[in-house]
């Protein structure tokens, strides 16, 4: 019987397989890397589309009560919609939760409650430490909310005049 030499047996890679090894890691992180980068991008689209889809939801539901209960005129706290707090202007279209105001001169603190009433309980953060969401007020008085995670600017705006909802992805 032959006797194998412990040294022999206990061999590890040599350095062209390592190299080989190496190599294809990196040809296939030079092809997944771009990949994983545009997904993320999309994810954040997507994001935005799905809020501004769920706002735009929101807005139209609360007409929808509106007309429902019967209302040609803005009413505060239409009774059926969310917690009876939304209030609405003359054409139906949200413009305030607490502040009771149905003018649809809007600034920060309406568009937020506007936001959070429509949204309710998972609505992304338009305050505090990191909002998701920036608000601000373009110069046709709408309420511009600026998504903040990627950086790029993209908008969602709600104009109370019309109900209408734009998206601009960045």
């Known amino acids: 019987m032959k006797q194998i030499d412990r040294k022999q047996e206990q061999r590890g890679f040599t350095l062209i397989e390592l190299v080989v090894v190496i190599a294809i890691l990196a040809i296939l992180a030079a092809f997944a890397l771009p990949r994983f980068a545009q ?3 999309q994810a954040h689209q997507s994001t935005i589309r799905a809020t501004a889809g769920a706002l735009a939801a929101g807005v139209a539901l ?3 009560q509106w007309v429902s209960n ?3 005129t803005a009413q505060t706290d ?3 919609f969310g917690n009876d707090n939304v209030d ?3 054409e139906g279209w949200p413009t305030s939760v607490a502040s009771n105001d ?3 001169t809007m600034d920060a603190t309406k568009c937020e409650e506007v936001w959070l009433g429509v949204l309710q309980s998972n609505a992304p953060t338009v305050s505090g430490t990191n909002p998701e969401y920036v608000i601000s007020i373009n110069a046709a008085g709408d309420c511009v909310f600026t998504y903040q995670p990627d950086g790029e600017g993209s908008t969602i705006a709600y104009d109370p005049d019309t109900g209408e909802i734009n998206t601009t992805i960045n």
Do not use: M, P, R, W
């Open 70 to 72: 019967g209302f040609t």
């Open 102 to 104: 149905t003018s649809n």
């Open 39 to 41: 997904l993320s991008e």
């Open 62 to 64: 609360a007409k929808t």
């Open 78 to 80: 239409v009774v059926g």
């Open 88 to 90: 609405v202007n003359g």
